[in-house]
Structure formats: structure tokens, C-alpha cells
């Protein structure tokens, strides 16, 4: 089946740390794969998206590259504002059957970055 | 803003209760899904519609139901409502059914269930 397993929260840096967030997933086709954004009271935002092998998706200063050897699709920022911080979705959506256009999300990981 | 509308915004009623949650889509987009997020189950995948027909079903309960109109808005109806079913309701909606195609949220309905 599809899944997405990512890093357990709570995240804390400071303003300007390196920010890592990993995320790994199980699927049965070729899905395409996505960071999501949740700020305080608002619904989930795109960051980013990667739909095939060795893509890096890029939005905002953050990247992820899809890796299919390793399965994975960590999210990275060279240096956090304390804007950055919300909860962050990794997800994939398969190509396969009955489930197309469904996301598949993992639980999220609350980032805080301190002045 | 992502376009997509979400009514209402707060929602307390008892248990047993009926609701009816409302979701207008992003102009333009045919396919709406709705999301249960809760504490303990995460962001759970309920159902999606595209362009009024039922599309795919997730981890939706028989107690709950939901439809798309012809005008493309789409209702939640949640029945014989128990405590567990407090949780925040999301509507999404994107232009096609299919995987590249982005998920553009709505900000969600609170439940909470007495």
C-alpha cells in the first residue's frame, strides 16, 4: 500500500539554522511527491512538488529531491526565518487505480524557529 | 487565500447530533476532496468527488456522507455524531483528478462533539 513516513516534531532552531525534515514513503506505482505547509489556523498550503525520479522540487529557499533508490524526499533550508514556522506534510499521490488525485499524508512535523 | 470555502468555521453540537459541512471549491476546479485531521489519526483521506460523481473513498464511516452539486460546491453530512468525531474537517479541491495535479485547502471546519 501508500504511505509516508516523516520525522516526529517537534523541530526548534534558531533564526538561520540549516533545517532538515525527513520524509520517507512506500507506494505501490510511480507517485509523484509533495511538501505541504499548515500555518497557525489556516488549511495546508503547496511548498513544493517533485513528480518523477532525481526531480528536485524548490519553493521559498526550501528544496526536496525525489530519491527513488533510497525512497525518500527530505524537505531542507540553508537558513530558517522565524516566518518558517508551521507544520510541515510530506505526501505522495499515486498514479495507480481508484486512488488518483488522493494524497497521501504523513503526521506532520511542527517546526519553531526562535529569533 | 486558496480560493476554496469552507462553512462554517466553528461547529459544537451533542452527540447523536446531525451536520452538515459546506465547501465551496476554488473557481474553476472540479474535483473536492474532504480531510479529517485529528490528533490521533493525523489528516485521513474521507472521500472525493469530480465534477459530481463519487470518485474515490478513504476512511469515511457509513454515519458520514457527502455529494457534490451540479454547481460543483460540496456538503459533509455527518450523523449520529460521537465525541471521537471531533476533529478538524478540510475541503480541497484541485482542477483534475489526476496525481500532479495540486490540492488547493480550504481552512477548515472545527467539530467538536459534547
Known amino acids: 500500500g501508500n504511505s509516508v513516513t516523516q520525522m516526529e516534531g517537534p523541530v526548534t532552531l534558531s533564526e538561520e539554522a540549516f533545517l532538515t525534515i525527513n520524509c520517507t514513503y512506500t507506494a505501490t506505482g510511480y507517485p509523484s511527491l509533495f511538501w505541504y505547509v499548515q500555518y497557525p489556523g489556516e488549511g495546508l498550503q503547496l511548498l513544493l512538488k517533485a513528480t518523477k525520479a532525481d526531480d528536485k522540487g524548490s519553493n521559498k529557499g526550501f528544496e526536496a529531491t525525489y530519491r527513488k533508490e533510497t525512497t525518500s524526499f527530505h524537505l531542507e533550508k540553508g537558513s530558517v526565518q522565524v516566518s518558517d514556522s508551521a507544520v510541515y506534510f510530506c505526501a505522495l499521490s499515486d498514479i495507480r487505480g481508484s486512488t488518483l488525485g488522493r494524497l497521501y499524508f504523513g503526521r506532520g512535523t511542527q517546526l519553531t524557529v526562535w529569533p | 487565500d486558496s480560493g476554496v470555502t469552507q462553512t462554517p468555521k466553528h461547529l459544537i453540537t451533542a452527540t447523536g447530533q446531525r451536520v452538515t459541512l459546506r465547501c465551496s471549491p476554488r473557481?474553476?476546479?472540479?474535483?473536492v476532496y474532504w480531510y479529517q485531521q485529528s490528533l490521533d489519526q493525523g489528516l485521513q483521506f474521507l472521500i472525493q468527488?469530480?465534477?459530481?460523481?463519487?470518485?474515490a473513498k478513504g476512511n469515511i464511516l457509513e454515519r458520514f456522507s457527502a455529494q457534490q452539486f451540479p454547481d460543483l460546491h460540496s456538503e459533509l453530512n455527518l450523523s449520529s455524531l460521537e465525541l471521537g468525531d471531533s476533529a478538524l474537517y478540510f475541503c480541497?479541491?484541485?482542477?483534475?483528478?489526476?496525481?500532479?495535479?495540486?490540492?488547493?485547502f480550504g481552512n477548515g471546519t472545527r467539530l467538536t462533539v459534547t
Open positions: 468527488y469530480y465534477n459530481g460523481e463519487e470518485r
Open positions: 473557481s474553476g476546479d472540479l474535483s
Open positions: 480541497a479541491s484541485s482542477v483534475e483528478d489526476r496525481t500532479n495535479s495540486p490540492l488547493h
